[in-house]
């Protein structure tokens, strides 16, 4: 039987040890919440949604989609969150529910590509959108360049789609953004929760104000009436439909019966991988378990408060696109209403709605709007990932410095170890596509917990549950069947971003082989 971390467990050396600081209460959990989930998704995805689906109907029955897995997935982690609430989460859950190679697996990806892959990514993101303001500082501002046949890395540059190893500006300020909020992390459990409770105000303010403007002040009456002529789900005049449609019935013309449907509803699975991603993230404040107050309650209805929040402005903010711009353009009126939402200029959607209301100021305004918001969105998985790198080292499965804590009660060690990790995919260029390969493995591990909740619940009837799952079985098994549905779509829709991430997974086989040879004695 493997060791539950407690929520106050330091490293056991028979002397006093730091201990985690419970200070974050409801309001700080659901911040912590919202604020990882919202990043810079929302303004750029549904342009990548629009070109896959090409009505306005079904841009919005993705999301809603999208908003169903996500706030039914949250009730149904709230069980497991509320039986366990140990520093570690979601691999707490696998670990019990299954086995420690199963949870160390989730860990080890998380900390490998999912965590700090997201952290790079968004951190660059950043630096992509200050480059509005100080174009020195941009992403495009390349400080440095060499061919990677003068590396001898030809052949690698191939298979990831690179000829040449830059260094931009941008990676730059990407990398000083999470060392600097790294290093606030360290500082202690408030300074880091004060940081996200400003920003993530800040950024849902934004949002709002984002949502006001499209359906109020630029509102189009034009855009509406396309839209709503474009706006059935009995068809899908895309390309990918035809692809999807073609590989199913070896026919060039698409029809209207079974397969027909079938080859939407594969499609919308495919494409929901941008907003799954956009909406991700919520799962992540049951690693802080031991650093909230009355965790039993307060974890569970955080998850639900703050996928409820995010999944209602992000549908309003879709509907504020469209109120704004054609889903696929028009042949006439500004440059930005032609390009309309599948073809906005570089995807960005939001910044394309605000332009239409402020030809001038709105590119600079919406740069604003989501530095603010990937700011906090890299405070938030910062703060969190590190959690779960502590459970893992005291199951003696990481290094064992990052299951200690320092004077401020926080895994000091793994922050600056995530950090440093994060940096260097941030400088590698290669954490984008990192992250596509990983959509798969990320659901299969949403699945694997659901899973769990259903064998936890025949292996512990007994076990206390303070909240006990909404609408069980049948609401956690559509949220299982969901998943799965998706998983094997893309194993059909998107092959190239399915069997990479289980490779990456798999590597995790012989580094816990690794771990389990120092620590034989480890249950």
């Not at 982690?77 to 707490?92: F, S, T, V």
């Not at 991700?280 to 690693?287: C, E, R, Y």
């Not at 007994?462 to 609408?471: D, Q, T």
């Amino acid at each position: 039987m493997s060791v539950v971390a407690t929520p106050h467990e330091g490293p056991s050396t028979g002397e006093p040890a730091p201990a985690f600081q419970q200070r974050l209460g409801l309001f700080d959990s659901t911040m912590l919440v919202a604020g990882t989930m919202i990043g810079s998704g929302i303004f750029i995805v549904s342009a990548d949604i629009a070109r896959d689906v090409g009505t306005s109907g079904w841009l919005l029955a993705v999301w809603v989609l999208t908003g169903l897995m996500t706030v039914i997935g949250a009730l149904s982690y709230a069980e497991l969150a509320a039986m366990m609430p140990y520093a570690g989460g979601q691999y707490i859950y696998l670990r019990e529910a299954f086995n420690p190679l199963c949870g160390f697996l989730y860990g080890w990806t998380l900390f490998l590509v999912i965590q700090t892959g997201t952290i790079a990514a968004v951190g660059v993101a950043f630096a992509k959108f200050l480059g509005v303001w100080i174009p020195a500082l941009g992403a495009k501002s390349i400080i440095y360049a060499i061919p990677l046949d003068r590396l001898g890395l030809a052949e690698l540059g191939k298979k990831v789609d690179m000829t040449t190893f830059e260094i931009s500006a941008g990676q730059c300020v990407g990398a000083g953004i999470i060392l600097l909020l790294t290093f606030l992390n360290c500082r202690g459990v408030q300074t880091g929760k004060t940081v996200q409770n400003l920003f993530t105000v800040a950024k849902t303010a934004a949002l709002i104000a984002l949502i006001v403007i499209g359906t109020y002040i630029a509102a189009n009456p034009e855009a509406i009436r396309i839209n709503t002529q474009q706006a059935s789900l009995t068809e899908m005049p895309t390309k990918a439909y035809t692809e999807v449609y073609q590989s199913l019935t070896r026919s060039t013309e698409p029809g209207t019966g079974m397969w027909h449907w079938v080859a939407m509803l594969m499609v919308v699975g495919g494409t929901m991988t941008g907003s799954l991603f956009s909406a991700d993230a919520w799962n992540n404040v049951t690693f802080t378990a031991g650093e909230v107050k009355n965790p039993q309650r307060t974890l569970a209805w955080s998850m639900a408060l703050g996928t409820s929040l995010v999944i209602c402005l992000y549908l309003l903010a879709n509907v504020a696109y469209l109120a704004v711009l054609p889903i696929n353009g028009a042949p006439t009126g500004t440059p930005v209403f032609q390009h309309g939402i599948a073809h906005a200029v570089e995807d960005r959607v939001g910044t394309a709605l605000l332009e239409s209301a402020f030809p001038v100021w709105g590119p600079r305004i919406m740069a604003i709007a989501i530095m603010v918001s990937t700011f906090g969105c890299v405070n938030g998985l910062i703060l969190m990932g590190a959690r779960l790198y502590y459970a893992m080292a005291r199951d003696g499965l990481f290094f064992q410095a990052v299951g200690r804590l320092n004077r401020q009660g926080v895994p000091a060690t793994g922050l600056v170890l995530q950090g440093l990790w994060a940096s260097v995919l941030a400088f590698s260029g290669t954490y984008n596509k990192l992250l596509d390969y990983v959509i798969f493995a990320a659901l299969m591990f949403y699945f694997l917990t659901i899973v769990g909740l259903f064998a936890l619940r025949r292996k512990r009837p007994n076990a206390e549950r303070p909240y006990r799952a909404f609408g069980y079985p049948v609401v956690p098994a559509i949220y299982g069947c969901l998943c799965l549905v998706i998983m094997l779509d893309l194993l059909k829709v998107r092959p190239l971003y399915t069997w990479p991430g289980l490779i990456i997974v798999l590597t995790g086989v012989p580094i816990y082989a690794f771990w389990r040879s120092l620590r034989p004695r480890m249950a």
